[in-house]
DNA sequence: AAGGTCTATTAACATAGATCAATGATCGCC
DNA sequence: GGCGATCATTGATCTATGTTAATAGACCTT
């Protein structure tokens, strides 16, 4: 019998996984704690693993030049987490992960998960709908950026992730939206 | 003889094309005028139609509520056009795609095309290598927001286009980022 | 070339949000 | 349960960018 795996559940979600896919994804699938405070990735280094959020949350952000840190997004139980952009471009990443609650991720190597995907069509399907999904998110974000005031985008962010202002510390939550967290307060006070 | 399809030209370069998928492909194209100032895609209305830029420049933009023009990105010669997140939630655009320039495009049908996905894996092979280069553009647009202020937004749109600033009028480079005209005509007499 | 319509510049003032600094509130820890 | 560290609030200024308005230049069109 073969052990659980809330990834694989999730995949089948998206797309058709014949059983032989399967077995071969699940012997990549490696279980791992990481801690609050603890990170996935780094700013800088480079990045090759993927991972399945089985418990806790997550933030990606980018340190600017002068140390000041800008929260890119949130990433809850049942969301991938990978600095994909660096693994593609085989760089290092711009942005770091950061556990914001102890977690527990199922990680996969990228290299030998994409060795799968010559043989079955499956694996495109789910690459094709986790892009949509983070291109849209993207394309929500640039138009907040560009349509909305700070207290607009922390509305949005309320709307957005109801229950994580009870869960984010507000300073993070305030380089989300891109202010301070002296602006925030002040918003919020209204 | 078939016609020239320089669409068909750009999708060999991203993944290998059976020539029967070619032909199939080739079949759906049709070739179209857009003049300086008409729209590809007007924000409000779905649309179902992709294409190829031939020639001419066109612009993504916003209109928010009080009428302001928000200038998503530029697509030149050799892009693809598309509202795709419309296309994929089957609901109106929320931007309009203008032509800048006099513009001849190769359009096709999304709905016809998305049939021939499950024929060969070329198309997903395609559509992934578009969503991943899309999706690189919104990463890196978001990190400017969060991290730079107008001038450095500025630095970054004339590294990364060019010869845009002589071809793309003021009030519209301003509004890719994200400012009005009047300060970008004060960062630029610095 | 004159007139009209866009487009860009410039200046004076307004404002959202940043910065700096001080005070309070929470939280973990011995 | 008290104490230091982190986090949130508040007030006083500062600054980048917005707003308004006036002028000047560019580009058509006849």
Redesign the pocket.
Known sequence: MNSESEFIEFIKTITDLPAEQEDKFRALISVKNINKGEHFVRAGRNSKTIAFVKKGLFRYYYTSEDG?EFTKGFFDVNSVLSAYDAILENSPAHYSIEALEDAIIEAVDYYKFRQLFSEDPCWNNFLVALLQKGYLAKVRREREFLL??????YHSFLERYPDLEKR???????SYI????????????K
């Open positions: 000041v909305m005031n700070a207290e607009q985008r984010v510390k507000q300073h993070i939550i305030a891109g202010i301070t967290p002296e602006s925030l307060s002040r918003i919020r006070k």
